[in-house]
């Protein structure tokens, strides 16, 4: 004998009673489509659903002739399509208009189509937040959004979160690599899944708890775009520890991955020959070696190794000839510039600049640039002293031509002594 639904439940509890089956209980006629259509063995499902699908197909003529059902299901056994209508019709998913003799959905068959037909759409991809992540748009954009499928959405995303976060802390390449693939798939249903909840937290007419499972879900979903950079990090630094095989160009990560692609018979062929017996070390127990495992990786304290040895001493470097002639041409300006910043009048750019070359010309103009500079007075050089001299720079956009064998023309301007007050 079948069980009844009391049969379910302890003594003094009325089914009708609770809150979580009584929603049930009212969406009975649905629930009765999804059990016609899934009970039985699986080859027996996929007609039923193949024979469903066909009929709600044609949206110009939704009504079928049982002649036109015949024709168009040529391809089936024809008792076992009659069985299938007739399974069909019995359980009001179909509708048999006996008048007109023709064949129409039912509304809940109407409905379990089309539950069935979004759910096989995520087929091959990740089918469980991409069909979460859709139920919420499609009722956010109806403007009816229910608090059970913001739940299972957010549940969704803790579970994904918590499984990359696993993988990172493995410290595995291959684990690494597989859920930074798995995110890269379920990337685009985030992102859809971030536009859906901004929407939803800018309408004022949500209720409180759901206001909070959406900002749950922002949370959980923002948490999961940080990981892009977090997945790209660590393989780079486990690339960095990849053992290289001599010159060969392949390293110790290509070699196992060629090992994960052999069966478990090719790798017993590949063995066969190439592992010896050892002697077992009886003396050494599992228990006394993960104690002393455990010790050396977390409880011992290692003292950090200082190196406080002073550098050995070298001799100092020998100035070059180029060196000495910038030191001598600063040293030249430096005294020019000294006897005009005892003069009253400002003096011109060509007077003091232009020398006998191009090359000694355009270091003196070089060092008038570093006049006043509070940084390069710091030294103890020519150019500090040459620096503090009580001189200003002024130039403007015009140039001077020179009668001259290397410099042809120089930016005009002047040298002017400053007064302290």
């Known amino acids: 004998m079948?069980?009844?639904?009391?049969?379910?439940?302890?003594?003094?509890?009325?089914?009708?009673?609770?809150?979580?089956?009584?929603?049930?209980?009212?969406?009975?006629?649905?629930?009765?489509?999804?059990?016609?259509?899934?009970?039985?063995?699986?080859?027996?499902?996929?007609?039923?659903?193949l024979v469903l699908r066909e009929i709600g197909a044609r949206a110009n003529a939704p009504r079928w002739t049982p002649q036109e059902l015949q024709s168009h299901f040529a391809y089936l056994n024809p008792i076992k399509l009659e069985t299938v209508l007739a399974r069909l019709r019995q359980n009001d998913l179909l509708v048999w208009d006996s008048d007109a003799q023709l064949y129409a959905l039912s509304e809940p068959g109407r409905i379990a189509l089309a539950a069935v037909t979004t759910l096989t759409q995520f087929a091959g991809e990740d089918a469980e937040l991409g069909y979460l992540t859709g139920q919420v748009a499609a009722g956010q954009a109806v403007g009816d959004v229910s608090a059970e499928a913001l739940q299972h959405l957010?549940?969704?995303?803790?579970?994904?979160?918590?499984?990359?976060?696993?993988?990172?802390?493995?410290?595995?390449?291959?684990?690494?690599?597989?859920?930074?693939?798995?995110?890269?798939?379920?990337?685009?249903?985030?992102?859809?899944?971030?536009?859906v909840m901004r929407d939803l937290l800018a309408d004022d007419t949500l209720d409180l708890p759901t206001l909070n499972l959406a900002q749950s879900i922002a949370y959980a979903q923002s948490r999961m775009l940080r990981l892009t950079g977090v997945f790209q990090r660590r393989l780079s630094e486990l690339a960095a520890q990849r053992v290289h095989l001599g010159e060969s160009g392949l390293t110790s990560t290509n070699v196992a991955d060629w090992l994960r692609s052999q069966?478990?018979?090719?790798?017993?062929?590949?063995?066969?020959?190439?592992?010896?017996?050892?002697?077992?070390?009886?003396?050494?127990?599992?228990?006394?070696?993960?104690?002393?495992?455990?010790?050396?990786?977390?409880?011992?304290?290692?003292?950090?190794?200082?190196?406080?040895?002073l550098p050995s001493s070298s001799a100092a470097p020998i100035v070059g000839e180029l060196e000495a002639e910038r030191l001598l041409a600063a040293e030249a300006l430096y005294?020019?510039?000294?006897?005009?910043?005892?003069?009253?009048?400002?003096?011109?750019?060509?007077?003091?600049?232009?020398?006998?070359?191009?090359?000694?010309?355009?270091?003196?103009?070089?060092?008038?640039?570093?006049?006043?500079?509070?940084?390069?007075?710091?030294?103890?050089?020519?150019?500090?002293?040459?620096?503090?001299?009580?001189?200003?720079?002024?130039?403007?956009?015009?140039?001077?031509?020179?009668?001259?064998?290397?410099?042809?023309?120089?930016?005009?301007?002047?040298?002017?002594?400053?007064?302290?007050?």
């Open 263 to 309: 069966s478990q018979t090719a790798l017993a062929e590949l063995a066969d020959g190439l592992l010896a017996f050892h002697p077992e070390p009886l003396f050494a127990t599992s228990d006394e070696l993960l104690d002393v495992a455990e010790f050396e990786i977390t409880g011992r304290v290692r003292t950090e190794h200082v190196v406080s040895e």
């Open 2 to 49: 079948e069980s009844t639904l009391d049969d379910f439940f302890a003594p003094g509890f009325v089914p009708a009673d609770l809150g979580p089956l009584a929603g049930l209980m009212r969406a009975r006629p649905v629930l009765n489509a999804f059990i016609t259509l899934f009970r039985g063995g699986e080859d027996e499902v996929l007609v039923r659903l």
């Open 335 to 421: 005294e020019e510039l000294s006897a005009l910043a005892g003069q009253a009048l400002p003096a011109s750019l060509t007077e003091s600049v232009v020398a006998d070359s191009y090359q000694e010309t355009a270091y003196r103009l070089s060092l008038l640039a570093l006049l006043g500079d509070a940084d390069a007075a710091l030294e103890q050089s020519v150019v500090a002293d040459l620096v503090k001299l009580p001189l200003r720079l002024e130039t403007d956009a015009s140039v001077d031509e020179l009668d001259h064998p290397e410099v042809a023309t120089i930016s005009r301007g002047r040298l002017t002594p400053l007064r302290s007050e």
């Open 154 to 195: 957010l549940a969704r995303l803790n579970e994904l979160y918590a499984d990359f976060e696993a993988a990172l802390e493995s410290q595995s390449e291959f684990r690494i690599r597989s859920a930074r693939d798995k995110l890269e798939s379920v990337w685009r249903w985030v992102e859809k899944g971030t536009e």
